[in-house]
């Protein structure tokens, strides 16, 4: 069985070579053609050794293609796994700090808020190039599976404008199965759940044990939960006043609401510094920053470490391989998937991206209609499918006001910003981002005008209401086995630690 597989950004630190792994842990994928392509040629460099290694390791005569040519790596690919960060970290930065100089304070930044609509519109006319070069030099039909965030943005995008069939993935719902297992003393395995809604805000609407309901039981679980009900606050509480629990972690999903971070004294009551991902401001910037300089040092020692083992007992639980050894092999899987909307959960829009469950065979994904979401679920998801279907026109028409729109109906945003602050701050963002963002040339222009012009609105020098110093490399270097196990994993903060 032979195909061509190729990942788009995979000097991705981590998230590539473990998605690699699954791949390859398939007995019938053993002649699969492999590409890489990114545009850090230090970082492909070293990820491609590393991933050349271990396929070595494991006996098979794979050679990895890889180049910086995109359009080279994409022809004839038959699946294209994204999983890019357009403007990399030194965007990602300015998508923390300078909405922090108005108060907007993100744990993330990478889905919605300030952050997230600046990486969509990054990302989205990146995307869209990319989108064309698949639908010039790939074999026809073929599958885009998104990993790269905003997911629901994205992948709206590419379905709606980049004419390339795409499905959207995430580890979101995976999470939260193996938390909600974990609070009512059960195997996962035992635990059946349905889950729907959009990304990174999927709520789990039936939980089920042997034919038994055990939604109802949640909230009494988490509250008792030695740590879950210190680290999970903000999910419990919604949980609490929403009645289902929520995919998303605690940091996370205090920045898509606008009730846990508008307030900048009681930020701390919400979250926990025990682990990044119980809402740290900016903590997944810095373990990315951490993650990303701790690999350029310590490149040497991983090629010295044993290799990872292609074996179906090491494979993870991202839907990507899964996806396509059931759509090459006919092995039925069942996941949750982003896609358009076209009914599955009716009292959603219908052009929205939404994420379900779903099937995948040989004739592809298919996605069984859910029903109609709670009403106050499905309201949440609505603010946020308002924010995105803005950013998306935004981004694909270089639209400015559309933008600052987007910004506007924000949750977290509107509930600190005045809209005056807000248009500034967009003008702020769009002169910082520039040389990624050349579908706003004029509207930059435009900006830059009025940033020297105009009387400024007084912003604050803030670093955040719980943030932490990123380490030096010396400072890593006292404990190499935590700072590898950061940079290593796709699924950075797997373990949850209650702070101290």
């Avoid at 994204?82 to 108060?103: K, T, W």
Wanted: charged letters at 25%; one cysteine or more; glycine letters at 8%.
């Amino acid at each position: 069985m032979s195909f061509k597989i190729v990942f788009v950004g995979a000097g991705s630190i981590g998230f590539t070579r473990a998605l690699l792994r699954d791949i390859l842990a398939v007995p019938a994928f053993k002649d699969v053609e492999i590409a890489f392509t990114d545009i850090d040629e230090d970082n492909l460099k070293m990820v491609t050794a590393l991933c050349q290694r271990d396929i070595r390791e494991n006996g098979l005569s794979i050679e990895i293609q890889s180049t910086l040519n995109r359009r080279d790596a994409l022809k004839d690919a038959r699946y294209i796994i994204s999983v890019f960060r357009i403007g990399g970290l030194a965007a990602f930065e300015q998508d923390i700090n300078i909405p922090l100089r108005y108060g907007v304070d993100q744990c993330v930044g990478d889905t919605l808020s300030a952050g997230g609509i600046m990486y969509g519109q990054r990302g989205i006319h990146e995307i869209l190039e990319i989108c064309r070069d698949i639908r010039e030099v790939a074999e026809p039909d073929c599958l885009l599976l998104n990993y790269a965030n905003p997911m629901a943005m994205l992948t709206w995008a590419c379905n709606t404008y980049g004419g390339v069939k795409t499905v959207g993935l995430c580890h979101g719902v995976q999470g939260g199965h193996r938390q909600i297992a974990d609070v009512l003393d059960l195997e996962q395995k035992d635990v059946d759940i349905i889950c729907a809604g959009i990304n990174h805000q999927t709520w789990y609407i039936q939980i089920t044990n042997n034919g038994e309901d055990l939604t109802g039981k949640l909230l009494e679980a988490f509250e008792s939960h030695p740590e879950y009900s210190k680290t999970e606050k903000v999910r419990i509480d919604m949980l609490r006043r929403f009645g289902y629990y929520s995919t998303e972690s605690n940091g996370h999903l205090s920045e898509y609401v606008p009730w846990y971070r508008k307030r900048l004294d009681q930020i701390t009551e919400w979250v926990d510094l025990g682990s990044w991902i119980n809402g740290e401001t900016g903590g997944y910037l810095r373990v990315c920053t951490e993650g990303r300089n701790w690999f350029k040092e310590d490149f040497p020692n991983w090629m010295k470490e044993p290799a990872y083992r292609y074996d179906e007992k090491e494979r993870g639980q991202e839907h990507g391989s899964y996806i396509i050894e059931a759509m090459e092999t006919g092995r039925t899987y069942r996941g949750h998937f982003n896609t358009i909307n076209n009914g599955i959960i009716p009292n959603l829009p219908s052009d929205a991206v939404i994420e379900a469950p779903g099937y995948v065979d040989r004739n592809g994904i298919n996605m069984p209609i859910v029903g109609d979401l709670p009403l106050g679920c499905a309201a949440v998801c609505q603010a946020s499918i308002s924010v995105q279907r803005l950013a998306v026109e935004a981004a694909v028409n270089g639209d400015d006001l559309l933008l600052r729109q987007a910004f506007m109906m924000d949750p977290l945003v509107g509930a600190v910003c005045t809209p005056p602050e807000i248009w500034q701050m967009v003008d702020d963002m769009l002169i910082a981002q520039e040389k990624w963002l050349p579908q706003y040339k004029d509207s930059i222009s435009q900006a830059k005008q009025r940033q020297q012009n105009e009387k400024r609105l007084p912003t604050r020098d803030y670093i955040g209401a719980a943030r932490l110093k990123t380490k030096s490399i010396e400072e890593m270097k006292k404990s190499r086995e935590e700072a590898s196990k950061n940079a290593r994993e796709a699924d950075k903060a797997v373990d949850r630690p209650v702070g101290k």
